[in-house]
């Protein structure tokens, strides 16, 4: 994979053309069969790809936007650049948007729904779908997170009215630095994404809208196509050490696993465990010589920038506590069962 990476960064130097350019088309087309849309419009980052899609559903100054509690805190961001309002919704049991949650969160001036397929878990998007469409509202994925997963035997970035895609370097789909894209099978919501990553224009020196400039480099285009090629193995990988981490941590108490929604894929971006005194575990793991992590420590309602949506502590009590005792165990396609044994065999003497 390395000498076809090389040879087509190769391509795009012989080229000339280092942003967009045929590169980035033949990704997008090839992404966009991945997803099974209509469309991909790639960006500069998948923070970009989120402002591109509320803007091109709409969403203007004032509006709502229904985000998870528990999500990174681009998914809220977003809203904020426009200078909408995020209202945030607690977790379910598999730590994506409660879905019997929702309803008490929508009002007048509701816009968009942005459930979020936390850690490669696919949101409950049927129950999700049915309140949009009961009150005329769009739902739009953040499925940063969600490469390849899948709900009910559909594809996860074609669920809503758009998605948006992150590409950063340790995605499961990742680039050489930053990338994003939109999905959509809406052919003008695709038009205005490109029209709006590109300063605004409809052919060349033609600024129709007030854009910017999120347009995605050649040399990520032309990785990006290559890592295509091989993520269905990758996540297949994933899936069965998964299975293997969650086979020899059920004999371990005091660690809960992250339980997979029926008819789901999940894909497993993030291997999370819910574990008491967190901080001690991961400091245990990491003097063990195992990296860990955590995602996320704060959620979102209780961030600091964020004070001023009205929130305290306690109000989404499921999300409070993902912040306080998720720790992210090594994952990747690599990962070898006696690795993964190394690691429940620390975790068992860390929880002692």
């Known amino acids: 994979m390395a000498d076809e990476i090389k040879r ?6 012989d080229s000339g053309a280092f942003v967009l350019g045929s590169e980035v088309e033949n990704f997008e087309r090839e992404f966009a069969g991945y997803t099974n849309t209509r469309h991909a419009v790639c960006v500069n980052s998948g923070t970009s790809a989120l402002h591109l899609a509320l803007l091109a559903a709409g969403v203007e100054r004032g ?26 919704v607690d977790v379910d049991r598999f730590c994506t948007m409660d879905s019997g949650a929702l309803e008490k969160a929508i009002t007048s001036k509701t816009k968009v ?9 696919p949101a409950d998007m049927d129950p999700i779908t049915d309140v949009a469409e009961k009150h005329g509202i769009a739902v739009i994925e953040d499925a940063a997170q969600a490469h390849g997963a899948a709900d009910n035997g559909r594809k996860c970035g074609s669920l809503g009215r758009v998605a948006a895609w992150s590409f950063y370097p340790g995605k499961n789909l990742g680039a050489l630095g930053e990338g994003g894209a939109v999905t959509t099978d809406d052919d003008e919501i695709a038009e205005k ?44 990988l994933r899936i069965s050490a998964a299975d293997y981490y969650r ?19 999940c894909v497993w971006h ?25 995602h996320y420590p704060c959620a979102v ?16 009590p499921n999300a409070e506590k993902i912040a306080e005792n998720e ?3 090594p994952m990747f396609p690599g990962i070898t069962r006696e690795q993964i044994d190394t690691v429940v065999n620390a975790l068992r003497e860390a929880v002692k």
């Not at 087509?8 to 130097?13: I, K, N, P, S």
Request: hydrophobic share 40%; aromatic share 8%.
């Open 63 to 88: 509006d709502e936007i229904v985000v998870p509690a528990m999500t990174f805190i681009a998914t809220a961001m977003a809203a904020t650049y426009i200078g909408a309002e995020p209202v945030c």
């Open 113 to 121: 729904i942005m459930p979020v397929h936390l850690y490669g878990q």
């Open 193 to 236: 994404c490109r029209i709006l990553r590109d300063w605004g224009q409809r052919g060349k020196g033609n600024h129709v809208e007030k854009g910017f400039n999120y347009r995605m480099d050649a040399f990520q285009g032309a990785a990006l196509g290559v890592k295509l090629e091989h993520i269905e193995r990758w996540t297949n």
């Open 301 to 316: 309602h209780l961030h600091p920038c964020y004070k001023d949506l009205g929130y305290k502590k306690g109000d989404f």
């Open 247 to 265: 086979e020899k941590l059920a004999r371990l108490n005091g660690i809960e696993t992250l339980p997979v929604r029926e008819n789901a894929r």
């Open 8 to 13: 087509r960064l190769g391509r795009v130097v």
């Open 327 to 329: 720790l992210s165990l």
């Open 270 to 294: 993030i291997f999370p465990i819910m574990v008491e005194n967190r901080d001690e575990v991961a400091q245990y793991l990491r003097d063990a010589g195992i990296g860990v992590s955590v």
